[in-house]
């Protein structure tokens, strides 16, 4: 009963007044105040840097990052090979013979813009300017490959030397062998690419030889291979079982005077080549196109293809094959549609004879008409 009164006392206490918080400026102006001259830096001291932001440095606002590229040569000029040959992708798998009807793609050189000192036609980078100067003026192109393809050779027999003696050959093809070194490369369906010409290289610097593993595609052909490989390296083939080879770099091999090899960026694409399997046969109508085709899905399976696998006898069994029937069947079931349609081409250069369908992953070739008049005129 006590504490009411004074509640009720403190309830009816008028409130102290404060100033509003817009009349303060003016408080400040009726007393006077004035800062001291360390707290309020003036603008000169602000733009010499003095006070309280002189602790703090400025720091000079760095450029954004910007990832190194490849394609930004800068002030660099277009490098320069002395390796007297066209430079394509691949050397096994492509023929300089075999006319394209069109590119798929406009002419990127695969080496990068301004990469290289040669120019780009869609399918190599020639090493012999073809560019006629003028209407009236011989063709210098094949001058010029002959006196390449001689200083080729001479350059080749200087670097590789006397012959390997019978116990130097054993003892670097046993020093090559999988069980003493891990060093291979391996050789697939793209065959003999130009990027793997400095990686032959690159392994020449630890060894006089280097062991290659052939697999796929071009060991159909394994004489281009080889060829191939001895052409475009100067090395020389001491030893091959089946698709295993071993590549000798020669007596006066330097690594330090080894030649440039630019590299390529990416795989340029493939040109259009005209159709491998025609709507009618050469010499046949089109409904003996059509029995032909029909006829040889039904005929006895030659061999089954695997994938990756090594097809050097294949060349030889399709031509005993064609002794016994004039259509041959090869089974190519888990092979990519690319791999089978490179082994028809090779099989119609190597055996030859005439392609008469890729259907339902099978290879079907006819031996043609000259095989039969060829083997009635020998009997």
Not at 154 to 179: H, I, M, W, Y
Not at 268 to 289: C, H, N
């Amino acid at each position: 009963s006590m504490l009411l009164p004074s509640l009720l006392r403190r309830a009816h206490l008028p409130r102290p007044c404060h100033p509003p918080r817009c009349h303060l400026s003016r408080l400040l102006d009726r007393y006077g105040f004035v800062p001291p001259a360390s707290l309020t830096p003036t603008a000169k001291e602000i733009s010499h840097g003095t006070g309280a932001g002189a602790d703090q440095k400025r720091r000079t606002k760095k450029p954004p990052y910007r990832p190194p590229s490849s394609l930004d040569r800068g002030d660099r000029p277009a490098s320069h090979s002395d390796l007297p040959f066209d430079f394509r992708f691949s050397y096994t798998e492509s023929s300089p013979d075999a006319k394209p009807i069109g590119l798929r793609e406009p002419k990127y050189s695969p080496f990068g813009p301004g990469r290289l000192d040669r120019p780009w036609t869609g399918l190599c980078a020639p090493a012999v300017d073809t560019t006629l100067r003028s209407v009236d003026a011989e063709d210098p192109a094949p001058a010029a490959e002959k006196d390449l393809e001689e200083a080729r050779r001479r350059e080749r027999e200087r670097v590789l030397g006397e012959p390997l003696t019978p116990a130097e050959r054993s003892f670097l093809v046993d020093k090559c062998q999988k069980n003493r070194t891990k060093r291979q490369i391996n050789l697939g369906r793209d065959g003999l690419t130009h990027n793997m010409l400095n990686d032959i290289h690159n392994h020449w610097k630890h060894g006089e030889g280097v062991r290659v593993k052939c697999l796929g595609v071009p060991t159909v052909d394994m004489q281009n291979v080889c060829r191939e490989l001895e052409d475009k390296t100067g090395g020389l083939i001491i030893h091959r079982h089946g698709g295993l080879l071993i590549l000798y770099r020669g007596r006066h091999y330097h690594p330090k005077k080894r030649p440039v090899i630019p590299l390529m960026l990416w795989k340029p694409a493939e040109p259009i080549y005209p159709r491998l399997i025609k709507t009618t046969i050469e010499g046949l109508t089109v409904q003996e196109t059509k029995e032909m085709r029909k006829k040889g899905l039904h005929a006895p399976v030659l061999t089954k293809l695997a994938k990756n696998g090594y097809y050097a006898n294949l060349v030889p069994m399709v031509r005993d094959g064609f002794l016994a029937d004039e259509l041959v069947r090869i089974d190519c079931k888990g092979l990519p549609k690319s791999d089978y349609r490179k082994i028809g081409v090779k099989l119609r250069d190597l055996v030859p004879c005439i392609l008469v369908s890729f259907d339902k992953e099978q290879i079907i070739v006819w031996r043609g008409k000259d095989h039969d008049e060829k083997c009635s005129s020998e009997e």
